[in-house]
């Protein structure tokens, strides 16, 4: 990806002076900065950046700036970036799945932080971590999982034990001497403080089939981004409930929260400018980029419909709005993103579409296919 030095005012001030014909990633550092301050002023308890999201050096030094102390690592990888960028700050590493090499190395850099979500993989944590690393306890958190509540989409489908099995695992860790902790993750884009009340009424009631008072108590990420015109995301009031339901489940024995945003903390950070390519008979937009570049989430998650449409001169264009087809650059069917996108009567061949939120799991599943995928990197003072 090539990288525009420059510092512009905003993205209509990137297309006004570069006439981009490749995709173009702007960020805004201070977009992000104040987003990490206020997951930092109002979850009440230590906040872990999901590195999985946005593995960008300039995210991490930033989230770093900003007063970020804590970071989600889902792989050696991410360890070692952490490791080198951050190396004061805690590694959690919360992928309940790992092969034994990948063990053995967190070992070696000294990760103290671990999820699990079976027995067998209990197992393996047993055989190669040790229960302390100096004077510090080793934490084992067993991640559990219930019925999807107000999420984009499900994580439960491929981690997660139930809440007796969660038990079981939670007193072994005890038992042999760990530190016991719980986590869970309420689904990606979860708009309703409603699911985390819910998870942790259940983490209390595993606390009590298990007879261990948890440490800890890892929320999880699925903190929501904007990306629905006029619904903007309720952190305040999610923060609020995570805090009042803890308080009221276990009172003065709470464990300390901790929390693992991503796409909470990054997304609204970016914006994806993207050009027309044609417009089929009038009909169908094909754009320069799609769903095997910066745009790949939106089948899954839905369309990002905070978009502007500029002209090549960075000005509006204020048609009425219709829903249209959007196809990517590539050969490949597949390539459309979900239903139809509401774009202004006025646009033609040409013209720039900027998604706004697009700074999570973009250009980290840029897969190049078909030859098309180069995308600059810009930064800009603010996204709008």
């Given at each position: 990806?090539?990288?525009?030095k420059?510092?512009w005012?905003?993205?209509?001030?990137?297309?006004?002076h570069?006439?981009?014909?490749?995709?173009?990633?702007?960020?805004?550092?201070?977009v992000?900065?104040?987003?990490?301050?206020?997951?930092?002023?109002?979850?009440?308890g230590?906040?872990?950046?999901?590195?999985?999201s946005n593995?960008?050096?300039?995210?991490i030094?930033?989230l770093?700036?900003a007063?970020?102390q804590?970071f989600?690592?889902?792989?050696p990888?991410?360890?070692?970036?952490i490791?080198?960028?951050?190396?004061?700050?805690?590694?959690?590493?919360?992928?309940?799945v790992?092969?034994r090499?990948?063990?053995?190395?967190?070992v070696?850099?000294?990760?103290?932080?671990?999820?699990?979500?079976?027995?067998s993989?209990?197992?393996?944590?047993?055989?190669?971590?040790?229960?302390?690393?100096?004077d510090?306890?080793?934490?084992?958190?067993?991640?559990?999982?219930?019925?999807?509540?107000?999420?984009a989409?499900?994580?439960?489908?491929?981690f997660?034990?139930?809440?007796?099995?969660?038990?079981?695992?939670?007193?072994?860790v005890?038992?042999?001497?760990?530190v016991?902790?719980?986590?869970?993750?309420?689904?990606?884009?979860?708009?309703?403080?409603?699911?985390?009340?819910?998870?942790?009424r259940?983490?209390?009631?595993?606390?009590?089939?298990?007879?261990?008072?948890?440490?800890?108590?890892n929320?999880?990420?699925?903190?929501?981004?904007?990306?629905v015109?006029?619904?903007?995301?309720?952190?305040?009031?999610?923060?609020?409930?995570?805090?009042?339901t803890?308080?009221?489940?276990f009172?003065?024995?709470?464990?300390a929260?901790?929390c693992?945003?991503?796409?909470?903390?990054?997304?609204?950070?970016?914006?994806?400018?993207?050009?027309?390519?044609?417009?089929r008979?009038?009909?169908?937009?094909?754009?320069?980029?799609g769903?095997?570049g910066?745009?790949?989430?939106?089948p899954?998650?839905?369309n990002?419909?905070?978009?502007?449409?500029?002209?090549?001169?960075?000005?509006?264009?204020t048609?009425?709005?219709?829903?249209?087809?959007?196809?990517?650059?590539?050969?490949?069917?597949?390539?459309r993103?979900?239903g139809?996108l509401?774009?202004?009567?006025?646009?033609v061949?040409?013209?720039?579409?900027?998604?706004?939120g697009?700074?999570?799991?973009?250009t980290?599943?840029?897969t190049?296919?078909?030859?098309?995928?180069?995308?600059?990197?810009?930064?800009?003072?603010?996204?709008?």
């Amino acid at each position: 990806m090539g990288q525009q030095k420059t510092v512009w005012d905003n993205p209509a001030d990137v297309i006004r002076h570069l006439a981009p014909e490749h995709p173009v990633m702007v960020f805004a550092p201070t977009v992000l900065q104040d987003r990490a301050r206020q997951f930092i002023q109002g979850f009440p308890g230590l906040v872990t950046y999901a590195v999985k999201s946005n593995p960008d050096e300039a995210v991490i030094q930033n989230l770093v700036t900003a007063g970020i102390q804590g970071f989600d690592v889902a792989s050696p990888f991410e360890i070692d970036l952490i490791g080198r960028m951050a190396p004061h700050a805690a590694r959690h590493y919360h992928n309940p799945v790992r092969g034994r090499s990948e063990i053995a190395h967190a070992v070696s850099v000294g990760i103290t932080s671990w999820s699990v979500d079976s027995k067998s993989e209990l197992d393996k944590l047993f055989e190669q971590v040790p229960a302390k690393v100096g004077d510090k306890g080793v934490e084992i958190s067993p991640r559990f999982k219930l019925p999807v509540l107000g999420a984009a989409y499900d994580f439960g489908s491929k981690f997660g034990a139930s809440p007796e099995l969660a038990a079981e695992l939670l007193a072994e860790v005890a038992r042999r001497g760990y530190v016991p902790s719980l986590t869970f993750h309420p689904g990606t884009q979860c708009t309703d403080p409603i699911a985390w009340e819910s998870y942790i009424r259940v983490a209390k009631d595993i606390c009590d089939m298990a007879g261990v008072a948890a440490v800890r108590l890892n929320v999880g990420g699925g903190f929501p981004s904007h990306r629905v015109i006029g619904v903007e995301p309720d952190l305040a009031s999610i923060f609020q409930e995570i805090g009042d339901t803890a308080t009221e489940m276990f009172g003065d024995n709470a464990p300390a929260l901790v929390c693992e945003p991503g796409r909470g903390l990054c997304a609204d950070a970016y914006a994806l400018i993207t050009r027309i390519k044609g417009i089929r008979d009038g009909g169908d937009v094909f754009l320069n980029d799609g769903v095997y570049g910066g745009l790949a989430e939106l089948p899954i998650v839905g369309n990002i419909d905070r978009i502007e449409v500029l002209s090549p001169e960075g000005t509006p264009r204020t048609g009425e709005t219709h829903g249209r087809v959007i196809f990517g650059p590539t050969c490949d069917s597949v390539d459309r993103l979900p239903g139809e996108l509401g774009l202004p009567d006025d646009a033609v061949e040409g013209d720039y579409v900027i998604f706004h939120g697009a700074g999570a799991y973009s250009t980290v599943t840029n897969t190049r296919f078909n030859g098309f995928g180069a995308v600059t990197n810009a930064t800009v003072m603010q996204l709008s």
